[in-house]
């Protein structure tokens, strides 16, 4: 018998949507809630509460005729990254054989397929007014159209395995978006990754590093410089093995982004990278005696490690807006969790914590 998927279980829509085959994923879009542009050249969905997200899939699909140029998964990691989190969809339904709409109008070939000359100027002219006009709809903007505030599209890739490049992460050389954005997408994974065990190298504007035309969303034609464009490339490996780590972590990402408002102001001011290291994790309350202060964090090596810190330094613990400084020691191998940081049971009562509630301590580089 076929086991009925949970809408509520976040792993079941996962696994569910992640092993669909790109044709029958694309089949699936308008009872995904999709909507199309009038030459369905792309199917998008807004972003929720006006999330300053959204994620886009641009070579998902392959051609009936002309196979072998989608980057498999991506569309679907796209999905599953704005459905958990709330944030808005952009998925091309043409396959970059026929038309790329991660190239300009005058591209003639990709990979080693010839563009049609006709569909590629008006798919892209398509992109640029639909995707505008998506997110127009739903954030403040100027009377020349350009954007007030600043919002955040991710553009997921794939690439085949390389060495020593699991995850390429692009900023165009600061032509998509700022570079202080890109880091912190780039930080952002690193972390995540290492919390659930995956050890995979994250590299900036290494190789892949952005499409040359989305660049042009980023001009007062468009949408005007608020707009932070970055395009993140996912090896082959992690696409067939772990698709569905990279949904989670990039809506993990998405949400921290939107909600966070002392994440966005140091990303904007640059600080993210050059001041702060972070390390993502669960609260794990611990029973101490009441001799012990409380004001400490327990961390293992691996945790210590990342954040390049040694028992006894301080480090400041992030919950919501509040910012608690606190001293590191060493966390007792029955304490440690997989993705878990260790508090004292005092302090989380102090500070409104709860056990498995989302926290992140983050180290100051530079005092």
Known sequence: MRRRISRHSKLDLCQYIIWKKGDTFASMLKDLGFEYDSHKYLAYKKSKDRMPVFFESLHGFNDVERQGAA???????????????????????????????????????????????????????????????????????????NLKHDLLIISVHGMKNRKRRDIDVGSGGGRLCKKSVAEWVAVQLRSRLSVRGLDYKVNLDMGFS????????????????????????????????????????????AKDYSKNKWTRDSIYNGNVVSRHRLLDGSAKGIDLPDIDPYDRVYLDRSQRLYLNIQKGQSVDLIVGEKKIKLEVHQARYFQIGDGKIVLDRRLMHKIGVHDGQKVKIVKHLIN
């Open 210 to 253: 952005g499409g040359s035309h989305p660049k042009l969303l980023r001009t007062n034609e468009y949408l005007g410089e608020k707009l932070q464009y970055v395009q993140i490339e996912l090896s082959r490996t992690i696409r067939k093995w772990n698709a569905v780590d990279m949904a989670l972590i990039l809506a993990e990402i």
């Open 71 to 145: 980057e498999p998964k991506t569309a679907q990691i796209a999905y599953l990254a704005s459905e958990l989190s709330g944030a808005g969809t952009i998925i091309a339904l043409m396959s970059r054989s026929v038309c790329d709409l991660n190239r300009g109008e005058r591209a003639r070939k990709t990979l080693s397929f010839n563009l049609d000359r006709n569909l590629q100027k008006e798919g892209t002219h398509q992109y640029f007014n639909t995707v505008t006009d998506l997110i127009r709809v739903s954030r403040e903007i100027h009377g020349n159209g």
